[in-house]
Structure formats: structure tokens, C-alpha cells
């Protein structure tokens, strides 16, 4: 089993709709959630982190951690095609001893049709 | 500060041969870890180093990969000899031991033919 598992995808929604990435994990000490985007031949970057079970809200993105399910999702309200790319979840479990050692997905690509 | 810094971006070499990837973290960053990307296995850690000194290897694949970090500034990745399946885009990233969050830099991109 995989450490950090994904839907490669292609997820297509339509501008405007609401995109649904979903993620889980098998370390059960994990404690460091987090959301990169990489656009096509550049390097990923963060733009969500959520430590505690619930929803954290930036802007149109939404993170959602289950720590019990081991399960983290990313809503993308508002698409637009900026939005295509893909999607890496990755997990740590700082602030814990060795807690800087980041696993990834393997990403789920995003299209978001005009 | 100019991010983390990697070079070459793009490198071609023949099968057998010594590949060496360079990296610079940012300027006051504690650990350094360097990934590889490929379609099959995704984003995958190879190994990290914290204040210079290699902490978790075992993501390394085999032999032919080493990796040094001889001060705070400077990493290197070498592959010796290459292989074909070592194609990959290799990337370095930095953080600075205050949050867990990773910067990345702009990779290397290996072709090994």
C-alpha cells in the first residue's frame, strides 16, 4: 500500500463548478497535511496546509482532514482555467521527531474547461 | 532570496556515464531533500539532510546514487554509472526547520539515453 494515495485523474469540471481532490494516508502519525500544485514542466508549489481535523478555508481553496478516516480533500470553488494542474497531497508528521521527511501522491491532474 | 537553485536545468547523457545534480538551498534553510519525479512512481523522496548531515536515506534506490552536502550552501545528487530508468526530473527543496512546509527548486530534468 502506498503511503499517500491519490487519483491520478484527469478530473475535467467546467469554469465555474466546484473541483474535488481527495487524498488518504496510512501513517496514522501523520500530522501535517498539506496541498502543492504543479503546473505542467514547473515545480510544485504549497498553497494549502491543515493541521487539525476540519475545514481551513484560503481564499477559493477549502482543505478538509479526517484524521480518524486518514483522509484530507482540497475543494476548488470557482474554477477557472488557471486552476488546471496537478494536484500533490503530501503528509508529515511534524511537529514529531523526523518530522520533516514530506511524503507525496503520486497528484491528480485538474482540467478546467472555459 | 533567490529560491532554491538547481543545475543543471536539463541534462542528456549516455548510459554509463557520471551524472552529477547540484543544488543551493535557501540562505538559513535547516534541511535539504532531494526528490525524484517520474510519471509511473510520482514525486518521491530519495534522501534529506539536516544541517548538513544525511538523516533518512533509504528512499536512495541503489548503489549507483550518492548524495553529499560538504557545507550549508551546496548539495549534490550523483548517479555512477546512469542507467536509462534514471530519467527523471530531479528536484532539490529546502526548509527552514521552523515549519514543515517544502520550497522547491526548479529541477533537473535527466535524460539518460
Known amino acids: 500500500q502506498k503511503e499517500v494515495e491519490q487519483n491520478s485523474g484527469p478530473l475535467s469540471v467546467p469554469e465555474g463548478a466546484i473541483a474535488s481532490l481527495n487524498c488518504t494516508y496510512s501513517?496514522?502519525?501523520?500530522?501535517?497535511f498539506f496541498w502543492y500544485r504543479q503546473y505542467s514542466g514547473k515545480s510544485p508549489e504549497l498553497i494549502m496546509s491543515?493541521?487539525?481535523?476540519g475545514d481551513k478555508e484560503d481564499g477559493r481553496f477549502t482543505a478538509q482532514l479526517n484524521k480518524a478516516s486518514q483522509y484530507v480533500s482540497l475543494l476548488i470553488r470557482d474554477s477557472q482555467p488557471s486552476d488546471s494542474a496537478t494536484y500533490l497531497c503530501?503528509?508529515?508528521?511534524?511537529?514529531?521527531?523526523?518530522?520533516?521527511?514530506?511524503?507525496f501522491g503520486a497528484g491528480t491532474r485538474l482540467f478546467v474547461k472555459a | 532570496d533567490a529560491g532554491v537553485i538547481q543545475s543543471p536545468r536539463h541534462e542528456v547523457t549516455e548510459m554509463g556515464q557520471e551524472v552529477t545534480l547540484r543544488c543551493k538551498p535557501i540562505?538559513?534553510?535547516?534541511?535539504l531533500f532531494w526528490y525524484r519525479q517520474t510519471m509511473m512512481r510520482g514525486l518521491e523522496l530519495l534522501i534529506y539532510f539536516n544541517n548538513n548531515v544525511p538523516i533518512d536515506d533509504s528512499g536512495m534506490p541503489e548503489d549507483r546514487f550518492s548524495a553529499k552536502m560538504p557545507n550549508a550552501s551546496f548539495s549534490t545528487l550523483k548517479i555512477q554509472p546512469s542507467e536509462p530508468r534514471d530519467s527523471a526530473v530531479y528536484f532539490c527543496a529546502s526548509n527552514p526547520g521552523t515549519t514543515p512546509e517544502a520550497f522547491f527548486g526548479q529541477g533537473t530534468r535527466l535524460t539518460v539515453v
Open positions: 540562505s538559513g534553510h535547516d534541511y
Open positions: 503530501a503528509v508529515n508528521n511534524y511537529p514529531n521527531t523526523g518530522g520533516f521527511k514530506t511524503i
Open positions: 491543515i493541521y487539525s481535523n
Open positions: 501513517d496514522r502519525g501523520s500530522q501535517s
